[in-house]
C-alpha cells in the first residue's frame, strides 16, 4: 500500500514539467556540483561522511536540526533537483525523496562496486538521468589501478535507478550542462570536455572541448561558466557552445 | 585538498588494537608522513574580513550574482564581483578558520567550523558577523584525504585541523590504507 501510494507520488512528481535547471539553485544563488551544503526553500542538508543532516532554517539566523538519516560512509557530494536529494558517495548514487523535506527518505541505493574502490563523485541530473563522474582508485596488492568515468543513470524510476553508460575518463571532477551539452572537468587531461548528451544512452565526446589548468569545478548560468581551478578561476562564454572563448580570470 | 573526500578508508592502528592490525604489519611506523597543523579552539573564533588572500587550495563555489565565492580550504573565503565577466574584481576575503564547505541563502552564509554549523551575516559583505555557533553538528575527516601512508593521530584537545605537514615521524600510530 505504502508502496503504491510512493509510485503515485513518483508519477506525479515525473509528471511535472522537467526543468533545465542546473545544480543547487534557488533563488539565492547557486553552487558548483562540489558540495556537501546545500539550502533548499527552509532547509538546509548537510552531508557527514555517513549521515543526512536535515537543519530547518525557518529561524534563519539559528539552524535547528530536525532529521539525522544514518548512511554507509563515503558521502560526499549533495545537490537537489526537481524537489530530489542526490548524493554522491564513494561507492553508490543515493536518492532521497523530500515530499517531506524535514524528513528525506530513501529512495535508492546503486551500488557501484566494491569497496576497495574510491571516488570523487558529484553528479548533476537533467531530465529523467544522472550524470556521475567518478574516480576509482583500485588497490589491490599494492597495485594502484586508476579507473575513471562520466556514469549516466536512467533515475525514471528513483526507487530503482538504472546504469546505463559510462564513458572513460582521465581524472574527471565537477561538471555541469548547458542544453544537451554536458561540460566536465578533467584534472588529468587540463580540459573541460564537452559531452553531447541529446542521447543519454550514448554520450559523444565533442570536439569543443577546451583546454583549462587543473579544472575542479564548474557552474553555468545562462550564456556563461565560470570554472574553479586550484589556484584560480576563469569565466567563459558559452553562448555558442561550438566556440567556448575565456573572459576574464581571476588567481596567479 | 578537500574538494574529493575521496579518502574513504582510513585504518586505525592503536597499539591496544593488535588484533586488528594485519598480522605483519608493525604496529607503529616510523618514515616519512603527514603530521596536523592545528588552529586551537580559541582561533576558531577569529572571524573577520580580510584584504585580498593569495588563492592557495580552492573549495566549493558559488555564484549569487554579482557576487562569486570561492572556497580557500581552511582558511576562509575568497569574494568577487562578476558583474563585468572580462573583469571580475576582488572584493574581499571572508576569513573563517578550519572551514571546509558552506552554503548561503538570503544574507545569511552558512559554514562549518571544525565540528560547529556557523551563521554569518553577510548583508554588508565587507562586515559580516557571527550570528550563531551550533555547536558539535559536524564529523570533521581526521585524517589526511587523498594520501596513503602513516600520520599523527589527531588530538583534538590541540585544536582543529588546519592542514597537513609532510615530517618525519617516530613511531606513528596511525594510517591511511586505502
Not at chain 1, 527552509?42 to 539552524?63: A, G, H, I, Q, R
Not at chain 1, 548528451?197 to 569545478?217: A, R
Not at chain 2, 568577487?80 to 558552506?102: E, G, Q, R
Request: proline letters at 5%; charged letters at 20%.
Amino acid at each position: 500500500m505504502r508502496n503504491a501510494l510512493l509510485v503515485i507520488l513518483l508519477i506525479l512528481i515525473f509528471s511535472a514539467c522537467s526543468k533545465d535547471q542546473n545544480m543547487s539553485l534557488d533563488n539565492n544563488g547557486q553552487s558548483g556540483s562540489i558540495t556537501r551544503f546545500v539550502v533548499h526553500n527552509d532547509y538546509m542538508y548537510v552531508l557527514n561522511l555517513n549521515e543526512v543532516k536535515t537543519f530547518s532554517l525557518s529561524d534563519p539566523d539559528n539552524p535547528q536540526l530536525v532529521n539525522v538519516l544514518t548512511t554507509d560512509f563515503g558521502l560526499e557530494t549533495i545537490i537537489i533537483y526537481d524537489e530530489t536529494i542526490f548524493i554522491g558517495s564513494t561507492n553508490a548514487l543515493y536518492i532521497l525523496g523530500i515530499d517531506q523535506p524535514d524528513s528525506p527518505v530513501l529512495l535508492s541505493k546503486s551500488d557501484r562496486g566494491e569497496i576497495l574502490l574510491e571516488g570523487c563523485d558529484p553528479v548533476v541530473v537533467k531530465d529523467h538521468f544522472a550524470y556521475s563522474t567518478i574516480k576509482i582508485i583500485n588497490n589491490i596488492c599494492g597495485i594502484i589501478n586508476a579507473v575513471s568515468a562520466l556514469v549516466v543513470y536512467d533515475i525514471e524510476d528513483k526507487l530503482n535507478p538504472v546504469f546505463i553508460s559510462q564513458y572513460p575518463m582521465n581524472q574527471p571532477n565537477g561538471l555541469g550542462y548547458k542544453g544537451n551539452y554536458l561540460l566536465v572537468c578533467d584534472g588529468g587531461n587540463h580540459l573541460v570536455e564537452v559531452f553531447d548528451i541529446s542521447n543519454p544512452h550514448k554520450v559523444v565526446l565533442t570536439d569543443y572541448s577546451f583546454g583549462v589548468s587543473d579544472p575542479v569545478d564548474i557552474i553555468i548560468k545562462g550564456e556563461q561558466a565560470i570554472i574553479s581551478s586550484k589556484k584560480e578561476f576563469r569565466l567563459y562564454d558559452i553562448s555558442d557552445i561550438e566556440n567556448i572563448r575565456p573572459l576574464g580570470v581571476i588567481g596567479k | 585538498m578537500n574538494l574529493c573526500h575521496s579518502l574513504r578508508y582510513c585504518f586505525v592502528f592503536f597499539l591496544f588494537a593488535f588484533l586488528l592490525a594485519c598480522e605483519k604489519e608493525p604496529l607503529l611506523h616510523s618514515g616519512m608522513g603527514k603530521k596536523p597543523i592545528y588552529i586551537p579552539h580559541n582561533e576558531l573564533n577569529d572571524i573577520a574580513n580580510l584584504p585580498q588572500q593569495e588563492v592557495i587550495s580552492t573549495g566549493t563555489i558559488f555564484l549569487r550574482e554579482p557576487h562569486f565565492f570561492m572556497l580557500e580550504d581552511r582558511r576562509g573565503i575568497h569574494v568577487y564581483d562578476v558583474s563585468d565577466p572580462n573583469f571580475p574584481t576582488y572584493l574581499t576575503f571572508l576569513k573563517i578558520p578550519a572551514i571546509t564547505d558552506f552554503s548561503i541563502s538570503g544574507n545569511r552564509l552558512y559554514a562549518d567550523s571544525w565540528r560547529d554549523l556557523l551563521t554569518l551575516d553577510i548583508t554588508d559583505l565587507f562586515d559580516i558577523k557571527v550570528i550563531s555557533r551550533n555547536e558539535n553538528q559536524l564529523n570533521p575527516i581526521l585524517f589526511p584525504e587523498l594520501y596513503n601512508g602513516i600520520f599523527e593521530c589527531v588530538d583534538e584537545s590541540r585544536g582543529a585541523i588546519g592542514g597537513w605537514e609532510d615530517v618525519y615521524l617516530e613511531e606513528a600510530a596511525c594510517q591511511t590504507n586505502n
